[in-house]
């Protein structure tokens, strides 16, 4: 027998099995269909939900603490003896 | 937003109801050519195509466009690929074949997929399938005398690291 032939012959033996689909097969089906869909749709809120948290937790953080703004300086002494006017001077010692 | 997810609801269930008509009484023997049962006591591939029924209705328009027998098919097929099958004495047609040589079998032939086609949802080369695929008709047409059934396990390694 040819390849053809063969392959023909095998799918007849397959189609040949009766087969009866069982009346509460469909219903069932549907009934864990909609459980998992339930599940997507309450862990894709559920994602949703963590993501404005954390963006809401963010900015609030962001506007008490400004990150962007430049601290003050700790290095830098305080400046004294400035009158409009005047250039600050470096006395000679006497 | 309730309402709408309503009406998609209904409308899904409806499309549902109408696939499952026209497609579960082949894809139910797909499942029981695949487990080896009998046709009146089949309780795996009951579980099997109930299983893939309801992946089915849970992705019904994701993607959209996509072909709802192709992804219930696809979904038989990969789960009774991974699942160990603790097998009692294996039945019909092709009781003398081995899980993955059943499973080529039935996707080629009976599905009618190419060897391609196959060989992508299996994870296997073309050259496998078409190997597999021969020996399997052979076998099926001039079983060997006294053979036993090959035992089950998992049939696919996960070839992906």
Do not use: K
């Not at chain 2, 047409?141 to 390694?157: F, M, N, S, T, W």
């Amino acid at each position: 027998m040819i390849r053809p032939e063969r392959e023909a012959a095998v799918r007849r033996l397959m189609e040949a099995v009766p087969v009866g689909v069982p009346p509460e097969l469909p219903g069932e089906a549907v009934r864990r269909g909609a459980r998992l869909l339930r599940l997507r749709r309450a862990g894709r809120r559920l994602l949703w939900l963590v993501l404005c948290a954390a963006a809401a937790a963010f900015l609030t953080w962001a506007a008490l603490t400004r990150p962007w703004a430049e601290p003050p300086s700790l290095t830098t002494p305080p400046v004294s003896g400035w009158q409009a006017g005047m250039s600050l001077t470096c006395r000679a010692p006497a | 937003m309730r309402d709408r997810r309503g009406v998609r609801d209904a409308r899904r269930a409806q499309e549902f109801g109408g696939f499952i008509a026209g497609a579960a009484g082949r894809l139910l023997l797909t499942a029981t050519l695949l487990t080896a049962e009998a046709p009146d006591a089949n309780p795996r591939a009951r579980r099997l195509l109930t299983r893939a029924l309801a992946h089915t209705y849970a992705h019904w328009d994701h993607p959209p466009g996509e072909d709802p027998y192709d992804r219930a098919r696809g979904h038989l097929a990969t789960h009774y690929a991974h699942a160990v099958w603790h097998r009692s004495r294996p039945h019909g047609p092709l009781a003398a074949l081995s899980p993955r040589e059943r499973l080529v079998l039935v996707l080629r032939l009976y599905e009618g997929l190419a060897d391609e086609q196959t060989a992508a949802l299996l994870g296997l080369p073309a050259d496998r399938v078409r190997a597999l695929c021969d020996r399997a008709t052979a076998t099926v047409l001039h079983p060997p005398p006294g053979a036993v059934p090959r035992a089950g396990g998992p049939l696919l390694r996960r070839l992906q690291p």
